[in-house]
C-alpha cells in the first residue's frame, strides 16, 4: 500500500498551529536552528530489510501480522515508513534473506517509493539449505580452505547483487570465533580471516568500501575474531583504503565508551558508518534512543566534530543504518521511533557550541564542559525535527499519522496475520 500526500497534508494542517508555536520557541533557544532544519532535511537513515517483521529471541516469536513476505513488499513497508518521516530514503539488503530476483525491477520499483540501496550484507552466519558446506566451526576462519573459499563466494556473489542495485558497500559481519578455550588457535584464525577478507576486498568495484562490523560476542561466546574496533582497525588497516570499520551500537561490551571510539577512528579516517540501536545488556537490538539516549548525544557530538573537521558531508560520507528488531512492537512504529531518537540526538549534537567546548576544554573548566554539553542534550528538538519533516513532506508526527490511517490492519488484510519475513 501507499500513502496518499494530500491525507498527509491533511492531517499536517491539524496540527499546524500548536507545531508553529513550538518551532518559534525553539528558535529562540537554539541560534543555528535553520541549518540544523535543513541538515536534518539532508540527512538519511537506512532501513535493513531484515527490520520489517519481528525479531523475536531463541524462545520465542510473536508475529503481530501483515509482514512482508517479499522483498517487493519489504520495498514497499521502507516505502511508507519514508513517506512518513521522508528520512528514510534508503533500504539495505540481507543475502540470502533478500535476494532480488530481476535487479532491474527491484531498483524500478525502489525508486517509485524514492528508495536507495545502502550498503549489501553478506550472511555467512548460518547454514543455507542448498549450502554444500558448513559454517559451524567459523567461515573466513575456517581450519578448511574449501569452507574458506564458499563463504568468499558468497561475499563475492553478494557484492555482484549490489552492483546490479546501485549499492556502494559491502558489510561483512562475522559470528566466527570459539566457544571454548583452546578451540582454536587465534592467530591462525585471524590469519585465515585476513586472507579471506583480502580476496573479497580484491573483487570490491574501484568505488566501493568494505565494512567490516565487530562484535564482542554471540554466537561465540569464548573468542569472537572480529571482537572489537581494535581487531577490526587491524584488518582494515592491512586491507587497504577502501575498507572501515563499522560500529553497531550493541556490539560492545557492558559499558564500553563507544564515543571515544567513534573519535579515535575518525580520526584515523577509518570510520564506515554505524549501526543504530539500543540496549542494556548487549545486543538486544531495542529502538535506539530507547534506553540510553545521551550516549546516542554524546555519539552524535563526536560524529559531527570528527565529520567537520575532515570537511566531509553529513548525509553521504558515512553509513547510517537501523540494526534492530525484537519482539514486542509493531516493526513499522518502531522504526519511526529510532529515526526520531537518532535525528533528535543529532540535532542536539548540531547546536553544541564547539568553540566554546574547545575553550572550557583547554582551560580545563571541567564544569562549563559538561553544562555545554548537557544543555544541548536538554534542548528539546523535537520541533526542529518536525519542521524537517513537514518541509520534506512528511508527517508532522508520524505514528499518530500511521494509527489514523490503520495502516498494520490495512497491511494484515492485504497480507494476512501469518506472513513471516525472511530474516532472524
Ligand atoms: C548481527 C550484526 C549484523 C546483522 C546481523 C543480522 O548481530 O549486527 O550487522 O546483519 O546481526
Ligand atoms: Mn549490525
Ligand atoms: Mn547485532
New binding site residues.
Partial sequence: MKLNKEDIQEYNEGLLEFHQEKLAFTKKEVTNAEAIIQKLVDFQIAI?S?ALGTGGTRFGRFSGGGEPATLEQKIEDVGLLHALNQASGAISL?IPWDIPKDAAAIKALADEHGLVFDAV?S?T?QDQADQELSYKFGSLQHTDPAVRQQAVDHNIEVIKHGIELGSKSL?V?L?DGSCFPGQINFKKAFENTLESLQKIYAELPEDWKMFV?Y?AF?PNFYSMTVGDWGQSLLFANKLGPKAKT?V?L??HLPNANIEQIVSLLMMEGKLAGF?F?DSKYA?D?LTAGAIKPYQLFLIFNELVAGMDAAGMNHAKDLGWMI?ASHNVKDPLEDLLQSVEAIMLAYAQALSVDKEALENAREDNDVVVAQNILQNAFRTDMRALVAEARLRAGGALNPIGFYRKMDVRDKLIRERGSKTVAT??
Fill in positions: 535493513p531484515w540481507h550484507n550472511n552466519f558489510t559481519w559470528s562490523e562484535k554471540e563499522l553497531d550493541g556490539h549501526h540501536n545486543d537490538d540494526d530474516g532472524l
